[in-house]
């Protein structure tokens, strides 16, 4: 569903780049964390994704497309298959719940009946079902996050990129909200999620891929927030790239949760 | 439902920035009244030169049955005297200064009157007779309008020369200048306008720089979403053309249709009718003004 081949991505010459030589594929259907440090790419890989940034090198493929060939005027339809959920909830504070989810379908021109049928549908998804008229000032946080997956979710987009859904929500919130989204894979949809909430990934127990300093140091299934496996063959490139000695016995306190706690 | 929503879009987005769309409407109000005035100016003059103004220099009437001129004292001009005169003109000594000349009978002076003074009350109380015929002459060069005028003021049944450049071509230039200065005033009245437009336009996306973003991420068109920031600007812009429109058409219409006309009977005014002619003219500078600029600066300021 989402395919890097080689990506790099520079911001600025002189520094090191934000993505480097990345190689990823993520199928149809799959749940993957995207985890490390503040700064190690994951915010610049999703841009790839939806095509806000162009990779300096390299190809990136959304469903089987390459988003570098696509023409300005078609990246609408390439975003309407992405829903995309963010830290800050992003509503519309002078909407009502169910005017903020059916304002999504009616910028891409849904009629009217289509709206009236399929919002309280995703609502009730999410768990909102009669919380339609509430303001978003009136709801939680997590009811506030809630309504964004619905937003997000609302045109039935393939892929669901979720950047650090929880990070504003507290632990209870925050299963909660994974919940959400765990129903929402099962439904097919690819769900690709940005964190550094370690507590969700190791419950969760679903694909990790760890980068730092733009490049992917690990890239497991089913598998915690650190890696409880010694990292093989990856010590030299995790010297490389942070530029000191890092333990690569990959018991937890080592160098990526560390930045991360920051 | 799109178009619904657009709509509704342009009507927050006029109400959100009410205080900027009226200072946009005034600016293109005034501006393009001044355009339209320097229009209207060019109109007046074409209205005063008349049938002959463009074609001849000199004008050679001859004596009707109330002339007073003392070359009329024999009457009305006889077919025999106007021969003359044509002879006259053809001849060597006088042809070597003209390009060509025309007879213009009553008649025809009075359906070129009846065009000139369309707009005015004058046209309903003059009849064929009471105007002139008269040779209508252009001059190979005209300043020596001299040795026309010397040639046949003494001549039985002219009543009189007139050397037509002379009578209006001040006025003209002052009415040139004075639309010149119209249009300088236009211009940079233009350029606050798209200013002003590109400012409010930037406003207005930036307060609404929240539902744009999630519009785009939704996969919203290009046109849709900057569609209603371009249509606020242009509808702004119209109104603003529209009364600058029916400005026109009431000075035409009261100043000069009912009081100078009164004043100046003699001379052809445009009727307000005529100055509608401008508010298309006006309407489409306004809206694509309004267009372009908001257009560019979305390109700036609005990342689609």
Request: with cysteine; net charge positive.
């Amino acid at each position: 569903m989402i395919r890097f081949e080689n990506v790099t991505k520079v911001y600025d010459q002189k520094a090191r780049p934000a993505l480097d030589s990345v190689n990823l594929e993520i199928d149809r259907g799959e749940f993957a964390f995207l985890v490390g440090a503040s700064g190690s790419g994951k915010s610049t890989f999703l841009r790839l994704v939806l095509k806000e940034d162009r990779a300096t090198s390299g190809a990136v493929y959304v469903a089987g497309q390459n988003v570098a060939r696509i023409s300005s005027w078609r990246v609408p339809r390439l975003r309407r298959g992405i829903g995309v959920v963010f830290q800050d909830f992003r509503l519309l504070p002078q909407k009502n719940v169910f005017a903020n989810v059916a304002f999504a379908m009616q910028v891409i021109g849904k009629s009217r009946s289509v709206i009236r049928d399929t919002v309280p549908e995703v609502l009730k998804t999410v768990g909102l079902e009669g919380k339609e008229h509430r303001m978003p000032h009136e709801l939680s946080g997590g009811e506030q996050q809630r309504v964004a997956i619905a937003r997000a979710v609302v045109n039935r987009p393939g892929i669901l990129l979720a950047d650090e859904p929880t990070g504003n929500l507290d632990p209870t919130t925050s299963m909660g909200i994974m919940g959400v989204l765990d129903k929402i894979n099962q439904n097919g949809t690819t769900v690709v999620m940005a964190t550094h909430d370690d507590d969700i990934v190791n419950e969760m127990r679903k694909r990790v891929v760890e980068l730092k300093n733009g490049v992917v140091i690990r890239d497991e299934a089913k598998a915690l927030y650190t890696s409880m496996i010694p990292v093989v063959g990856q010590s030299r490139r995790l010297k490389d790239a942070s530029g000191r000695e890092t333990p690569d016995d990959g018991l937890p306190g080592n160098g990526a949760e560390g930045e991360a706690r920051q | 439902m799109r178009l619904a929503f657009i709509l509704s879009e342009i009507g927050s987005g006029l109400r959100r920035n009410l205080s900027m769309v009226v200072s946009v409407i005034l600016v293109t109000f005034v501006s393009l009244t001044f355009v339209g005035a320097a229009g209207m100016l060019q109109m007046q003059i074409n209205q005063m030169k008349g049938y002959w103004y463009d074609k001849v220099q000199v004008a050679i009437f001859l004596c009707s049955d109330g002339s007073t001129a003392p070359g009329c004292a024999s009457g009305p001009v006889t077919p025999e005297q106007q021969q003359g005169l044509n002879a006259l003109l053809e001849s060597p000594a006088v042809a070597q200064y003209i390009n060509d000349f025309q007879f213009e009978s009553r008649d025809e002076a009075y359906k070129h009157f009846k065009d000139q003074f369309s707009n005015s009350p004058i046209v309903d109380s003059v009849t064929p007779d009471q105007l002139p015929a008269s040779f209508r002459i252009n001059m190979k060069d005209p300043e020596k309008y001299q040795i026309i005028s010397e040639t046949f003021s003494s001549q039985p049944g002219v009543e009189t020369v007139i050397d037509q450049r002379q009578l209006l071509e001040r006025l003209f230039s002052v009415m040139n200048g004075a639309s010149l200065v119209a249009v300088g005033i236009a211009g940079v009245m233009i350029v606050c306008a798209i200013l002003l437009i590109a400012t409010t336009i930037r406003l207005s996306a930036f307060s609404r720089r929240r539902e744009t973003g999630i519009m785009r991420l939704v996969g919203a068109s290009k046109t849709v979403i900057q569609l209603p920031f371009i249509l606020e600007g242009v509808i702004a812009a119209v109104i603003g053309a529209a009364l600058a429109s029916g400005t026109l058409w009431a000075v035409a219409q009261f100043f000069l249709g009912d009081y100078m006309s009164r004043q100046y009977p003699d001379t052809a005014f445009i009727s307000s009718g005529q100055t509608l002619i401008l508010a298309p003219a006006l309407l489409i500078l306004g809206g694509s003004l309004a267009g372009i600029s908001s257009l560019l600066t979305l390109r700036r300021y609005l990342r689609v």
